[in-house]
């Protein structure tokens, strides 16, 4: 991928940043009459921008009513388990906003995971526009990983970036947890990609994606690109030291 890179002096002003983006969107198909289909990651960098999300800046001022939540993946748990995705969503900010609960699409976790996948395509393909057949988001939000994974696509299985279907089942390397994720197929389709990745334990692998190196081709994060739209990395200075 060649990013554009967006450098904040903390997590906190880096998140902001996303929170401003999303907000400008939200705004801009508010205007338009037209809604925000936006896939948004688990993991602890999207609970600090959710957290933000809630407080007066943006609760009051966001057009909730105009943004459909999808996931970018899911862990294969209940939705009211510490580790759900969806549930890590709803505790940190959809209890607050104002979202439609007509336009939250969540990965449902409990389900069989090959059956699940399916079905949550179908649904990509009934609930989005589409481009080439493919379904279209207007904005994906991703982090990376410390092993340079993005949604659930990890090193050990770079099938799923060039996988002929737009979701599909993956096994956590280490703790085997099994997951559902969007494949690359789906991720590059979209308008916009954005990765919100803090963090010194981040910043090895944001030296080889930005610097383009041999070792960036084995993480995930690094085949994720966009031919359609844009890509942008929002870093703290902490993850962006070694740039
Ligand atoms: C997940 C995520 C995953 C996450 C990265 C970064 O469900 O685990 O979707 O891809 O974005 O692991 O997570 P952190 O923000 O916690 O480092």
Same mark, same amino acid.
């Given at each position: 991928?060649?990013?554009?890179?967006? =450098?904040?002096?903390?997590?906190?002003?880096?998140?902001?940043?996303?929170?401003?983006?999303?907000?400008?969107?939200? =705004?801009?198909?508010?205007?338009?009459?037209?809604?925000?289909?936006?896939?948004?990651?688990?993991?602890?960098?999207?609970?600090?921008?959710?957290?933000?999300?809630?407080?007066?800046?943006?609760?009051?001022? &966001?057009?909730?009513?105009? =943004?459909?939540?999808?996931?970018?993946?899911?862990?294969?748990?209940?939705?009211?388990?510490?580790?759900?995705?969806?549930?890590?969503?709803?505790?940190?900010?959809?209890?607050?906003?104002?979202?439609?609960?007509?336009?939250?699409?969540?990965?449902?976790?409990?389900?069989?995971?090959?059956?699940?996948?399916?079905?949550?395509?179908?649904?990509?393909?009934?609930?989005?526009?589409?481009?080439?057949?493919?379904?279209?988001?207007?904005?994906?939000?991703?982090?990376?990983?410390?092993?340079?994974?993005? $949604?659930?696509?990890?090193?050990?299985?770079?099938?799923?970036?060039?996988?002929?279907?737009?979701?599909?089942?993956?096994?956590?390397?280490?703790?085997?947890?099994?997951? &559902?994720?969007?494949?690359?197929?789906?991720?590059?389709?979209?308008?916009?990609?954005?990765?919100?990745?803090?963090?010194?334990?981040?910043?090895? =692998? &944001?030296?080889?994606?930005?610097?383009?190196?041999?070792?960036?081709?084995?993480?995930?994060?690094?085949?994720?690109?966009?031919?359609?739209?844009?890509?942008?990395?929002?870093?703290? $200075?902490?993850? $962006?030291?070694?740039?």
């Amino acid at each position: 991928m060649k990013p554009e890179t967006h =450098i904040f002096d903390d997590a906190i002003l880096a998140a902001h940043a996303v929170a401003t983006l999303i907000q400008e969107l939200a =705004i801009a198909k508010q205007q338009q009459n037209q809604t925000l289909n936006m896939a948004v990651s688990g993991g602890s960098t999207p609970k600090q921008l959710f957290t933000l999300l809630t407080g007066n800046k943006y609760r009051f001022a &966001i057009p909730w009513e105009v =943004i459909r939540f999808f996931w970018v993946d899911e862990r294969c748990v209940e939705p009211a388990h510490p580790e759900s995705n969806f549930g890590m969503t709803y505790d940190a900010l959809l209890q607050y906003a104002f979202v439609p609960a007509q336009h939250i699409f969540r990965i449902k976790g409990e389900d069989i995971p090959a059956n699940e996948a399916v079905r949550y395509a179908n649904l990509l393909r009934e609930e989005l526009p589409a481009r080439k057949g493919v379904p279209v988001f207007d904005i994906i939000l991703l982090g990376i990983g410390d092993d340079g994974h993005t $949604a659930s696509i990890f090193p050990d299985n770079m099938a799923l970036l060039n996988s002929e279907k737009l979701v599909d089942t993956a096994t956590h390397p280490v703790s085997g947890q099994k997951r &559902i994720t969007l494949t690359g197929k789906t991720i590059n389709n979209a308008d916009q990609v954005v990765f919100l990745v803090t963090g010194k334990n981040k910043s090895g =692998i &944001i030296r080889e994606i930005t610097r383009e190196t041999s070792d960036a081709l084995k993480y995930p994060a690094f085949h994720v690109g966009n031919y359609v739209g844009e890509a942008a990395l929002y870093l703290d $200075a902490a993850a $962006a030291t070694e740039i």
